[in-house]
């Protein structure tokens, strides 16, 4: 079993992946005990001989910072923040990200500037190594005092409340305390405020939507590739000399990468008839190109924001200082969700274009790519499904960080409403994996008829897998199974 000490190094969108789908377990390092510790030694001894006012450690919180708790209350201050803010509403969040969120506090906290026990922080990696995955809600979180809500059922569990997924089953929290030996966590002060504020829901689903996003993108110019040899599509416009001049990154990698996917190519090497190919085949490099770039910029702010400090208030313990601030604002993760939203869909929208073109009944192509239109439809309705599906995303992505709402009596009066933007941007990935599926099944198709012996090699081989889960289609079949299996073949095959 693979272990990776935490607290040594940053971790990044990559990695995650890594630690995830390897189920690499947690443990602390010693230098993060140390921090840890030296972080609530010094916060205990303020509370002890210090009579000041530190918010959320001895105050009530939001609007009620002005009302001071008595040292005999503040653990039950910090536990009756847990349960208060355990308001979520909505769908479930999906275990995997469940388990995102568990990954990023543990590395949030082990910096030791958050006031919390080493022994909360341990029994998070217990819970994380042991797949004990709180329930948590999707809605309720404004993106800015942190993600309370669902921070608050993600902590729920360690005192023994709330439920969790273990095994595969639903339990109550306090059964799998019972079943694994442990006793509830006693919070001490300001442990709860350090659970709950922080970014940890809005960045896991940003990296688990980055995670596919690089993948999606990834098979989009492979899927495009197969889509302009069975469009009997010109090579000029991948021609390494255009992109050189204009010299946008992403461009230049998609134009070079779809030319080594033709690499052996007899299709894309025959004489053509069409001097122009439509844009959505033609402007591969330029769409394609931008949405990686999109991708890159918030990877970039995604892997800062999974290797900082974002609860509140921040303790220095060496300065002698506990600052209430801001880090918790989501502002950051939500303009990138917004924009990584707009660059996913574009993806959507190019390929459903490019199925549009392939089932028109052009460039000796049959109408909807059956032997025998009119008695059959063949694949008609499967481009109104990704149209629907295309044009569902457009609407997903009016922007979620151009939103506040006044919260908690005017004192947290700018939120950035990045939980909501993360949420939707997951609903995109789905969405567009949906989209390249079909364009994939379409393409097959088409390839078919324009000789698929004759593609490059590699696309040949692609091509050859994918039949081996989705066949030919003669006449019509019930179309929506065969868009399932090419969405669960995009799903599992494995890019070499």
Known sequence: MEFIKVGIEDFSIENINYIIQKEVQLELSEEAIQKIQKCRDYLDA?????????????????????????????????????????????DEVEPIIVKIMLLL?????????SGVAVATVQRLIDFYNHNILPVVYQEGSLGASGDLAPLAHLSLPLLGLGYVDYHGERKKASEVLNIMGWQPIVLQSKEGLA??????????????????????SHFADIISAI????????????????????????????????????????????????????????????????????????ENIYNREINSVTDNPTIFPDEDLIVSAGNFHGQPLALAADYLCIALSE???????????????????PSF?????????????????????????????????????DSSQGQEDHVSMGANAVVKLLEIVKNIEKILAVELMTACQALEFR??????????????????????????????????????????????
């Open 46 to 90: 303020k509370m002890e001989n210090d009579d000041n006012v530190f918010y959320g450690i001895n105050t009530g919180f939001g609007s009620l910072c002005n009302t001071k708790i008595s040292k005999e209350d503040l653990s039950k201050l910090q536990e009756n923040l847990v349960k208060s803010h355990a308001c979520g509403l909505g």
């Open 451 to 496: 000789g698929a012996e004759k593609t490059s090699p590699l696309l040949y081989k692609i091509f050859q897998d994918f039949r081996k889960q989705v066949s030919f289609i003669d006449e019509d079949v019930l179309m929506h199974n065969e868009m399932e299996k090419s969405i669960a073949f995009l799903q599992e095959y494995e890019l070499k």
């Open 369 to 405: 790519l059956v032997a025998k239109p009119g008695l059959n439809s063949g694949f008609m309705i499967v481009q109104y499904a990704i149209a629907a599906v295309a044009s569902k995303n457009k609407t997903l992505c009016t922007p979620s960080s151009v939103d506040t709402i």
């Open 347 to 365: 993806l959507g929208s190019i390929s459903e274009r490019r199925t549009y073109k392939l089932i028109g009944g052009t460039r000796g192509l």
């Open 227 to 298: 889509s302009l040899e069975a469009f009997d599509g010109r090579k000029d416009p991948f021609t390494p000399q255009v992109h050189q001049v204009r010299a946008h990154e992403g461009q230049v990698k998609t134009a070079q990468k779809i030319n080594e996917l033709l690499e052996g190519s007899q299709l894309i090497l025959q004489e053509k008839v069409n001097v122009q190919d439509p844009y959505s085949f033609r402007c591969i490099p330029q769409v394609h190109g931008a949405s990686k770039e999109t991708i890159s910029f918030a």
């Open 195 to 216: 659970l709950l504020n922080g970014t940890q829901f809005m960045s896991a689903h940003g990296c688990w939507a980055l995670i596919q996003a690089k993948r999606l």
């Open 105 to 113: 506090k543990i590395q949030g906290l082990s910096y030791g500037y």
